[in-house]
C-alpha cells in the first residue's frame, strides 16, 4: 500500500503547502511538498513614486494563487525622503508619507498595503536602502516591517543582507532531499554592457549552492551554469546552477530626477518564478526556472 506523503505540519491549520523557519546558524529552511513555486524578487522599493505597484500587486496575487512563498532580498523600501538623506527629493514623496514620522509611516502604510498577501511573504531581508537607514537613524525597517506583519498572521522571517536557504522536501524516509540556495542582495553598480553578470564569477568562486540570487542593480537575468560534484558513494554526476538576477519594480529613467541626470538607462521589472519537484524516481528535486507560473 503507498503511505501518503506528509505535507508540513501546519499545512491544514493555515492552507499552506510549505512553512518557513530558522535554523541554528540563522539558515532559513523552507520545508515544501513534492511540487512548489517559490517567488524570487528584490528592490521592490515600494514607498517611491516610481514604485510599479500594480505590477507588484499582480505578481504577489499569482503569488498567492499558485500558493508560493514569497521572497524580497532587499530593498523593500526606498526611504529616501528622509531629513538629513541628500539624495531626498520631494517631488519623489509619495503625499501619504510626507509626515513627521516618515520611516514609521512607511512601515505602517506598507503592513497595511501587503496585508493581502501577508500570507505568502516567507522572506525579507534588508538592502542597502535599509541598511542605510539602520547605519544613521538607528532604526532597522526590515525588523519593524516584519514584526508589523508576523501580527497580521504572517509567517515571514527576517535574515541578512547575504545568507542562505534551504528548501526541504517535507516528508520522512529516504525520500527526503535539500536544495540550497545562496542570497546576497549585491554589490557593484551593473555595467551597461556587462549589467552584472560578472558578479556571479565572484560568487561561484565563493559559494558552492544549487541556486544563487541577487538583485540591487536593477538588472533581470538568469543563467545556468553547472559543477561537476560526487554522490555520497562515488559516483561522478553533473548538476546545474541558477545564477538568478531579480530586478526591481522602480521604474525612474524616463523624463526627470537623478537616474536620468546620470544617464541610467532603463531597468526590466520583476522577479524570477523557482518550480522544485520531486524526481519522479523519488530519489531527488528538479529546479526549474521560469518567467511565469504555470496556474
Known amino acids: 500500500m503507498t503511505r501518503k506523503k506528509k505535507a508540513p505540519s501546519n499545512a491544514k491549520k493555515t492552507g499552506r503547502p510549505w512553512t518557513v523557519g530558522v535554523l ?19 528592490d521592490w522599493h515600494w514607498d517611491s513614486v516610481h514604485c510599479d505597484r500594480d505590477r507588484l500587486a499582480a505578481d504577489l496575487t499569482l503569488a ?55 500570507s505568502q511573504l516567507a522572506l525579507i531581508t534588508p538592502g542597502n536602502h535599509e541598511t542605510a537607514i539602520r547605519k544613521r537613524q538607528e532604526t532597522c525597517l526590515t525588523t519593524r516591517l516584519v514584526e508589523r506583519l508576523k501580527i497580521q498572521g504572517s509567517p515571514c522571517v527576517q535574515s541578512g543582507y547575504a545568507g542562505w536557504l ?5 516528508m520522512s524516509g529516504a525520500g527526503r532531499t535539500t536544495n540550497s540556495m545562496y542570497w546576497h542582495h549585491g554589490f557593484g553598480g551593473g555595467g551597461p554592457i556587462t549589467k552584472g553578470a560578472i558578479d556571479y564569477s565572484r560568487y561561484l568562486l565563493d559559494v558552492d549552492a544549487d541556486i544563487i540570487a541577487a538583485g540591487h542593480v536593477h538588472q533581470r537575468m538568469c543563467i ?56 519522479s524516481n523519488k530519489d531527488g528535486s528538479i529546479i526549474s526556472v521560469h518567467d511565469h507560473p504555470e496556474v
Open 166 to 170: 534551504l528548501f526541504t522536501l517535507a
Open 224 to 279: 545556468e551554469a553547472s559543477r561537476q560534484r560526487l554522490t555520497p558513494r562515488g559516483f561522478p554526476y553533473v548538476s546545474p546552477v541558477f545564477l538568478i538576477r531579480s530586478a526591481s519594480y522602480k521604474q525612474e529613467c524616463l523624463t526627470d530626477g537623478w537616474a536620468v541626470e546620470k544617464g541610467m538607462s532603463s531597468r526590466p521589472l520583476g522577479g524570477y518564478w523557482l518550480m522544485i519537484r520531486q524526481n
Open 24 to 42: 541554528s546558524g540563522g539558515v532559513v529552511n523552507i520545508k515544501h511538498g513534492t511540487r512548489t513555486w517559490v517567488y524570487i524578487s528584490s
Open 64 to 118: 498567492k494563487k499558485v500558493n508560493a512563498p514569497v521572497l524580497c532580498l532587499g530593498d523593500l523600501f526606498d526611504v529616501m525622503g528622509g531629513k538629513y538623506d541628500p539624495r531626498s527629493s520631494k517631488q519623489d514623496l509619495r503625499p501619504e508619507l510626507s509626515t513627521g514620522d516618515y520611516f514609521d509611516s512607511c512601515v505602517t502604510e506598507c503592513a497595511k498595503w501587503l496585508k493581502p498577501w501577508a
